[in-house]
């Protein structure tokens, strides 16, 4: 079974408005964390959020948040006014079972063109 | 501060050759990575090192070595090159299991 899966190949959507990106993961560890990366064209991977699995609340960086549904095992990327710039490849990923482990998961992504 | 740093930028290979990816780090971090990418896959784990002197296999790590030196340097070594081996990639580091920093990848091409 896929642990990350991004089921939105592509996405088109016009500047300014709002995006969701969609991340379903699986696991049966109580402790793990979820990470966003972008990937623009010229090829280099950019952190953009975080979520710990205890984490009470949504987690928000500046125009990024991550809407967390744990019952669901989902933690979709929300892009507020989108901009040219935010055109890329966003990658969701998983670590699993907690700090002691090192390794992450990354889902097929999602490429995300913004139309002006 | 540089951040990742990765050497070569692209490298074009003869089936058979070998060749050594390098990687470095400044930030002090203990855990260090390299992933492949190829289109339509995500990024692969090829070999982790968790902390100086140990490694650890990633998804993928048929047909590659890889040595710790130090705490801020990672190598990639291909023995002996496939075509399947083409791929873009990458070094990462990270403090314990928080986000993880990428390096700019290297474009690998074995004809």
């Known amino acids: 079974a896929q642990k990350i899966t991004q089921t939105q190949p592509g996405m088109f959507v016009q500047e300014k408005e709002a995006v969701t990106l969609d991340c379903t993961y699986d696991?049966?560890?109580?402790?793990?964390?979820l990470f966003w990366y972008k990937q623009p064209s010229s090829g280099e991977m950019i952190f953009l959020i975080y979520q710990g699995s205890y984490d009470q609340q949504n987690a928000t960086e500046g125009r990024y948040s991550l809407n967390f549904q744990k019952a669901r095992k989902s933690a979709n990327l929300v892009i507020s006014a989108s901009q040219l710039g935010d055109s890329a490849m966003y990658f969701c990923?998983?670590?699993?079972?907690?700090?002691?482990?090192?390794?992450?998961?990354f889902g097929t992504g999602t490429r995300l063109t913004i139309i002006p | 501060n540089a951040g990742v740093t990765q050497t070569p930028k692209f490298q074009v290979l003869k089936t058979g050759q070998s060749m050594t990816l390098q990687c470095a780090q400044d930030m002090n971090h203990n855990s260090m990575y390299w992933y492949r990418q190829d289109p339509g896959m995500g990024l692969r784990l090829i070999y982790y090192?968790?902390?100086?002197?140990?490694?650890d296999k990633g998804e993928v790590p048929n047909g590659y070595n890889v040595s710790r030196l130090n705490k801020r340097e990672f190598s990639l070594r291909l023995e002996s090159a496939a075509p399947s081996q083409t791929s873009v990639y990458f070094c990462?580091?990270?403090?314990?299991?928080?986000?993880?920093?990428f390096g700019p990848g290297t474009r690998l091409t074995v004809t």
């Open positions: 090192s968790a902390s100086e002197g140990t490694t």
């Open positions: 990923a998983m670590r699993e079972r907690g700090f002691g482990n090192e390794k992450l998961t």
């Open positions: 696991t049966s560890d109580p402790s793990y964390g």
């Open positions: 990462a580091s990270s403090f314990l299991g928080y986000e993880q920093y």
